[in-house]
């Protein structure tokens, strides 16, 4: 058992961690996505329909990159960080059971970033989208009769 000293000292870099984690996943995903390209001049089925997958994956890598310098600030990109991981997630299971293909090494990441991600951020509430169709601060804008 770790005392309640121990338990500041982790806390006091969990600030760290998530941003390094961000950072991490970011790169990852910029350096697939840019092996991608090698794989898609031959086979260019994502620019049939007026997009190319691996920009789309550079640009989120970068996105998750940027950030990681202020996480908290920018929720989104983390809420998409998580909602990834759980894609990822699925379409390993997905793809294993119909292809009997498996990626272990994606599947572990997917679960390792997505599981740190939800632990480290600091105000778990913010990830979860509000559905009561409130303003989270105030300053709307009132209705005319």
Do not use: C, H
């Amino acid at each position: 058992m770790r005392s309640r000293g121990g338990l500041l000292f982790v806390a006091k870099w969990n600030p760290l961690a998530l941003k390094l984690v961000l950072w991490f996943m970011g790169v990852l995903i910029v350096f697939g996505s840019a092996y991608g390209f090698v794989g898609g001049s031959f086979f260019p089925f994502d620019q049939y329909i007026g997009v190319t997958g691996s920009v789309a994956g550079i640009a989120f890598g970068t996105g998750l990159i940027i950030a990681g310098f202020d996480p908290e600030g920018n929720v989104s990109w983390v809420r998409a960080l998580v909602l990834y991981a759980i894609l990822e997630i699925v379409y390993q299971i997905v793809d294993q059971i119909a292809l009997a293909r498996f990626d272990i090494v994606a599947f572990l990441i997917a679960i390792i970033v997505g599981g740190l991600v939800l632990w480290l951020y600091p105000n778990k509430n913010e990830l979860w989208m509000n559905t009561s169709g409130g303003m989270k601060s105030g300053g709307g804008m009132k209705a005319r009769a």
